[in-house]
């Protein structure tokens, strides 16, 4: 059985990776080569691939990603409101989807989210094994058998949380917030109760041959990220990610894609040292941190917080950012959080890659640009990243100024017509462009 990654080291340029090359406006043997080098990767399971997923790379050499979190609690279970944080996700440019679902019927709750999803869908496989039972009472065909289940059902990648290692758990012992990943969580307790190693570690061998099977990517995670910014880049969060240093060279040896997770909170000057430092242990494999925040001082807009951070996260070295809602620490979020933390993501993410200078992403910034210093509102808002937020505040500024013609007017509220800059512009070209044809 192949992936994308054993085809790539063949010199094997598979559909998928033409699609990404033609969406990246790449050549599609640099997208090859990306992906045998294991810098690039194509989540994309082969049950997913054959219904209604539109694959995408995540990797150094093309656009920086954005996912998007969703899914269920035991508090509140909708699958029609977790399909609506979706369909908002995807309108704002969400590149991914991840299933965190913790109530309800998850199997039924992830199969249809996979038939309306047209994205790359990742879960944490973690959280079903635990489903109706105590920590205690996992096993390895427990894990097994949920790890095949949601291959099966076309889950394109996986969290595994298999580089926390019993060794570890004395190291956060002086944290101000311990271990804040859920998964992280839940396997030192498994460890502590059976005073034996981290299973998902031990069977990672028979997890590689899975993943192998249905070419599901690996997203190895950081269950010791860093919860608070006291706590950053910690001896705990190293010693991790030597792990996975380690975990992401053998599940690549065995043929599977991998990505790597990161922080959490850091504080900003620490960015690049965390950045450059991944890049090194797991020789390049793609990146994917949850903002980083930057401060642990922003509940109601941790969305901000975590965009600072992933941009400079985005500029050193990350290839894929997981949004912050703004109810992030506060709550599950709704669909208009949802919205906002893509939103607030996006920004960072096409401000990085600006930076970056990567070939064609300064396109729109000038299209954009362009229709606003020629006043023209239809190209001006149809450009924007939120279109929709954007002509609900148009609208509300013309109906402000008493006009119901939206793209008339040929200034805004902000300066007035007689203090508009772009208005007088246009004038003043107009003027110089006379005089230069007089000459």
């Not at 640099?30 to 997923?53: F, K, T, Y």
């Not at 998850?106 to 047209?118: K, Q, T, V």
């Not at 023209?376 to 119901?404: F, I, K, N, S, V």
């Amino acid at each position: 059985m192949t992936t994308q990654l054993t085809d790539a080291r063949a010199k094997i340029i598979t559909e998928a990776m033409r699609r990404v090359a033609g969406d990246e406006k790449l050549g599609a043997d640099a997208v090859r080569d990306e992906v045998a080098a294991g810098r690039l990767v194509i989540p994309a399971n082969r049950i997913h691939l054959q219904s209604n997923l539109r694959p995408a790379g995540i990797g150094r050499a093309l656009r920086t990603k954005v996912n998007a979190n969703l899914g269920t609690s035991s508090v509140r279970c909708s699958v029609q409101a977790e399909l609506e944080k979706m369909e908002a996700a995807l309108a704002v440019g969400a590149d991914a989807i991840m299933d965190l679902s913790t109530g309800g019927h998850l199997d039924a709750i992830r199969a249809e989210l996979l038939a309306h999803c047209p994205v790359p869908f990742g879960t944490v496989p973690i959280y079903q094994v635990i489903e109706g039972r105590q920590v205690e009472d996992i096993t390895w065909d427990l894990i097994r058998q949920t790890v095949e289940k949601q291959a099966q059902q076309g889950v394109d990648f996986f969290t595994i949380h298999a580089g926390v290692l019993r060794e570890h758990l004395p190291l956060v012992d002086k944290r101000v917030m311990g271990i804040v990943s859920r998964g992280g969580a839940l396997l030192a307790k498994w460890m502590l109760h059976h005073n034996r190693q981290n299973p998902l570690y031990e069977m990672f061998d028979e997890l590689c041959d899975i993943m192998v099977e249905y070419d599901v990517c690996f997203s190895l995670g950081d269950g010791l990220r860093p919860g608070a910014i006291a706590d950053a880049t910690d001896e705990a969060q190293l010693a991790e990610l030597r792990t996975l240093g380690e975990l992401t060279q053998r599940a690549q040896e065995r043929g599977c894609q991998v990505m790597v997770e990161g922080p959490g909170h850091v504080p900003f000057h620490q960015i690049q040292r965390n950045m450059e430092l991944q890049q090194q242990i797991c020789r390049g494999a793609p990146f994917y941190v949850l903002g980083p925040l930057v401060t642990d001082i922003a509940p109601g807009y941790d969305h901000i917080t975590s965009a600072i951070g992933g941009c400079a996260a985005a500029f050193y070295g990350a290839s894929f950012l997981c949004y912050v809602t703004p109810r992030e620490h506060l709550g599950l979020p709704n669909v208009e959080d949802v919205r906002a933390g893509v939103v607030a993501a996006k920004i960072a993410a096409h401000a990085a890659d600006l930076a970056r200078g990567l070939t064609g992403v300064n396109e729109r910034d000038r299209k954009l640009s362009t229709a606003r210093s020629n006043l023209d509102w239809e190209a001006h808002l149809a450009t924007a990243l939120d279109p929709q937020t954007a002509h609900r505040m148009h609208r509300e500024a013309c109906q402000e100024m008493g006009t119901e013609q939206l793209h008339s007017a040929d200034y805004c509220s902000m300066c007035g017509q007689h203090w508009c800059s772009a208005r007088i512009n246009k004038e003043v070209r107009a003027t110089v462009r006379a005089g230069k044809t007089e000459d």
